[in-house]
């Protein structure tokens, strides 16, 4: 188990990854907080049970395709002596039906793209015997459950099912009422560190007061939610009217859009991102230092995984309500400690970060690493290593940011084709 901690680049485990790792029991439901690291633990205790069961095939479902992804990221750096693959709406369907013909160990997908692969017999595609369930909760709510009774028709004998959740599950569909879970519920082990500030929108103007709010905040990262599509994409626009530069992610966008928001969002080319509840769930972005509910909620539990996405891995985080004078708070704050922040009167100028994004056209496909990428804008470019940030290597395209500061020896190169590991690639400033 040790090894495949170390393969991450970790020490140790947490208490929470050793205790459930160490479990020998096969049905097991995981509850633990978001950013606890259970997609590390529901990770090395399957490659636990694939070293002495390695002609078994794994189905893992995520809700998302931002989830499927994730998981697949942390799959990929374990390093597993496993092959695996990753299917989502939007990604080719030709490319995993070839990748199916390898037979893959380890399958990462939305529940809609694997029913898909299944109703129409890609080759390759066997009975699974392990099905494990990340979200669990949030599948259901995304209104999976047909689609995880039908994938379960394609299941064999289940040897080992898991079902990870960050809340209480309350019920189980019918195709898993008989099987004996052991529940490992970690929930309450660790209370994050929030502070909660109430902010009162002067002459009803929440949108001013929001500016305002973000006048005060430099240099961190900030999720702004918002309950409607609509209502993110007016705030985006407004707020830039204002001076604040921030990318939208919600469900109507395209899947590349929202790779793109939060490409930009984690690489710190901006520090706001305005948001629906998509957000809420699984994105991989440790150190975001305020949360700010715009629009609320309805219920106490998204309002907890919205607070979830700030404080993680034992840091402390903010949390903003911004409300109008005739706008009642919802009823599960009534037991919060809240503060009263007054927002400044007067506007100044906002603190834009030091990062820009550059899109490559080449990647994965063209045997592009990230260190073909470091070695070009180093050597070539001469921009100093310690002004290049976040590489993100894609199928056919990468992501690159760099210190806005040498930003003038890379603009240059924008209308020529140059070599990238003698690969003719064009480099342009990410939308």
């Known amino acids: 188990m040790q090894t495949y901690f170390n393969n991450f680049g970790f020490e140790k485990p947490t208490e929470i990854q050793a205790n459930y790792c160490s479990e020998k029991n096969n049905f097991s439901i995981?509850?633990?907080?978001?950013?606890?690291?259970?997609?590390?633990?529901?990770?090395?205790?399957?490659?636990i049970y694939l070293e002495k069961n390695p002609d078994e095939q794994v189905l893992i479902l995520s809700p998302t395709r931002e989830l499927a992804i994730q998981v697949h990221e942390v799959l990929t750096k374990l390093r597993l002596?496993?092959?695996n693959i990753l299917c989502y709406g939007g990604h080719s369907f030709k490319n995993e039906r070839l990748q199916f013909s390898q037979k893959p160990t380890i399958i990462v997908s939305t529940p809609g793209r694997i029913l898909d692969h299944?109703?129409?017999e890609t080759d390759g595609l066997n009975k699974f015997s392990i099905l494990i369930i990340d979200e669990y909760d949030k599948t259901l709510e995304f209104g999976f459950l047909n689609e995880l009774e039908?994938?379960?028709?394609?299941?064999?004998?289940?040897?080992?099912?898991?079902?990870?959740?960050?809340?209480?599950?309350?019920?189980?569909?019918?195709?898993?009422?008989?099987?004996?879970?052991?529940?490992?519920?970690?929930?309450?082990?660790?209370?994050?560190?929030?502070?909660f500030y109430s902010v009162k929108a002067e002459e009803n103007d929440k949108l001013k007061a929001l500016a305002l709010l973000l006048t005060t905040i430099s240099n961190e990262t900030i999720i702004v939610f918002c309950t409607h599509r609509e209502a993110t994409e007016r705030l985006s626009k407004h707020l830039k009217e204002y001076g604040k530069s921030n990318e939208i992610f919600h469900g109507g966008l395209e899947q590349i859009d929202r790779e793109r928001a939060l490409i930009k969002f984690k690489n710190g080319t901006v520090?706001?991102?305005?948001?629906?509840?998509?957000?809420?769930?699984?994105?991989d972005i440790p150190d975001i230092s305020h949360i700010i509910h715009y629009q609320f909620p309805q219920?106490?539990?998204?309002?907890?995984?919205?607070?979830?996405?700030?404080?993680?891995?034992?840091?402390?985080?903010?949390?903003?309500?911004?409300?109008?004078?005739?706008?009642?708070?919802?009823?599960?704050?009534?037991?919060?400690?809240?503060?009263?922040?007054?927002?400044?009167?007067?506007?100044?100028?906002?603190?834009?970060?030091?990062?820009?994004?550059?899109?490559?056209?080449?990647g994965r496909k063209q045997k592009i690493r990230k260190m073909d990428l470091v070695g070009y804008f180093t050597t070539d470019l001469k921009i100093p290593f310690d002004k290049l940030g976040l590489i993100q290597v894609a199928g056919s395209y990468c992501y690159v940011s760099i210190d806005k500061s040498s930003y003038e020896k890379v603009k240059n190169n924008f209308s020529n084709s140059v070599k990238i590991k003698k690969t003719n690639a064009k480099i342009n400033l990410c939308r």
Not at 169 to 191: D, M, R, S, W
Not at 271 to 283: Q, V
Request: proline share 4%; with cysteine; hydrophobic share 40%.
């Open 150 to 195: 039908s994938i379960y028709t394609f299941s064999k004998l289940l040897n080992n099912i898991q079902l990870i959740s960050a809340t209480e599950i309350n019920e189980l569909p019918k195709f898993l009422l008989n099987v004996n879970f052991k529940t490992f519920n970690f929930l309450q082990n660790e209370k994050p560190d929030l502070l």
């Open 299 to 362: 219920t106490l539990e998204d309002f907890t995984h919205r607070n979830g996405r700030t404080a993680r891995m034992n840091k402390s985080g903010k949390i903003y309500l911004i409300h109008s004078s005739n706008e009642t708070l919802p009823e599960y704050c009534d037991g919060i400690d809240l503060i009263t922040l007054k927002v400044p009167d007067n506007f100044i100028d906002y603190t834009e970060p030091q990062w820009l994004t550059l899109y490559v056209n080449i």
């Open 81 to 83: 002596p496993f092959s």
């Open 271 to 283: 520090d706001c991102l305005i948001a629906t509840d998509l957000a809420s769930r699984g994105l």
């Open 30 to 47: 995981l509850l633990a907080n978001t950013g606890s690291g259970k997609t590390l633990a529901f990770l090395v205790k399957v490659a």
């Open 118 to 120: 299944y109703e129409r």
